[in-house]
Nanobody
Framework: QGLLVESGGGLVQAGDSLRLSCAVS????????MAWFRQAPGKEREFVAT????????NYADSVKGRFIISRDNAKNTVNLQMNSLKPEDTAVYYC??????????????WGQGTQVTVSS
């Protein structure tokens, strides 16, 4: 049974940076692609970024491309999301997810509990 635990959220001002981390246990980490999604109040969960197993290729939502960087550390079983130049519209609960394929849709078997990111203007 996979266990994913996010950390690093908080309250920041527009233009600041934050680094989210997701610690993974209970599954063979390097056999899974990882993803970050986010959900703002009253909105559906949306794709942020994925990083594949194997070659660690990455994919980003247009809204975060050039500002966010997803990375993984297979030795530490963690996936990170470096968020730069944050905007108020980035405010959401951020979730990490694990699955066999790096899909930009929330069709993943394993999810974390989420971490709140709030960006003030």
């Amino acid at each position: 049974q996979g266990l994913l635990v996010e950390s690093g959220g908080g309250l920041v001002q527009a233009g600041d940076s934050l680094r989210l981390s997701c610690a993974v246990s209970g599954i063979t980490f390097n056999e899974y692609s990882m993803a970050w999604f986010r959900q703002a109040p009253g909105k559906e969960r949306e794709f942020v970024a994925t990083i594949s197993r194997g070659d660690s290729s990455t994919n980003y939502a247009d809204s975060v491309k050039g500002r966010f960087i997803i990375s993984r550390d297979n030795a530490k079983n963690t996936v990170n999301l470096q968020m730069n130049s944050l905007k108020p519209e980035d405010t959401a609960v951020y979730y990490c997810a694990a699955g066999a394929l790096a899909l930009p849709v929330p069709n993943y078997p394993y999810w974390g509990q989420g971490t709140q990111v709030t960006v003030s203007s």
